[in-house]
């Protein structure tokens, strides 16, 4: 098989790798939306009000895993071998980060949404009555998913040094014949034009005879 067939090969699996890892990147984003923790806290004007925090305020790295992911699909468009292995290490570290950051919440839900209900009420609560929604939970499995895509990325096959010849000249590799044509029609061009004038002389010759059996005076 033709490099330009290799290309044309592995280029839709490398597409597709890219559309996972968006998608993989989106998943975490919408993962990180919605509330995973809501507190009651008491407030000397307000009494006692109930507080939602979202993902993205209770651990706000798991939005920072998302982008990660968003620049690694990018890469992967790039990259060969060696660098197909660093986007699977850097994918499969978001979405650890995503599943110990959803741990994290289950674990401590009242520490997650401290900040929140402290942004709410602009008191630093000791110990808010929290309580868990299903978002953490979700987060976790999201986490886990993206993790086994880097470790099926890491074992993708097809040949991932194959680039583009878009942009390479087209006839390149004719051009030194076409170039040994032209220098061979340059060394034919001086004998052909050498043996007209060695002609010349034996053409005056035979007219010179042909004009004395004639009775006629060549000179």
Do not use: F, I, K, Y
């Amino acid at each position: 098989m033709t490099a330009p067939a290799q290309a044309a090969t592995s280029a839709p699996r490398r597409g597709r790798w890219v559309a996972l890892l968006l998608l993989a990147a989106a998943a975490v984003a919408a993962a990180a939306a919605p509330t995973w923790v809501t507190a009651r806290a008491g407030t000397a004007l307000e009494g006692d009000v109930v507080v939602g925090a979202s993902g993205t305020q209770a651990v706000p790295e798991v939005v920072a895993a998302a982008v990660v992911l968003l620049a690694s699909a990018a890469a992967l468009g790039l990259v060969g071998p060696a660098g197909r292995v660093a986007v699977a290490a850097v994918v499969a570290a978001c979405g650890a980060l995503v599943v110990a950051a959803a741990l994290a919440v289950l674990r401590d839900p009242a520490g997650a949404a401290a900040a929140a209900v402290a942004d709410r009420t602009g008191v630093e609560p000791t110990a808010p009555d929290a309580a868990l929604t299903a978002g953490p939970v979700v987060a976790t499995a999201v986490g886990v998913l993206v993790v086994l895509l880097a470790l099926v990325l890491l074992r993708a096959p097809g040949d991932w040094r194959a680039r583009s010849r878009r942009h390479e000249a087209p006839g390149g590799a004719g051009a030194p014949a076409s170039g040994a044509a032209a220098a061979g029609g340059a060394s034919r061009g001086p004998s052909t034009a050498a043996s007209g004038p060695a002609t010349a002389p034996d053409d005056d010759g035979r007219a010179d005879w042909d004009a004395l059996s004639r009775g006629d005076d060549p000179s």
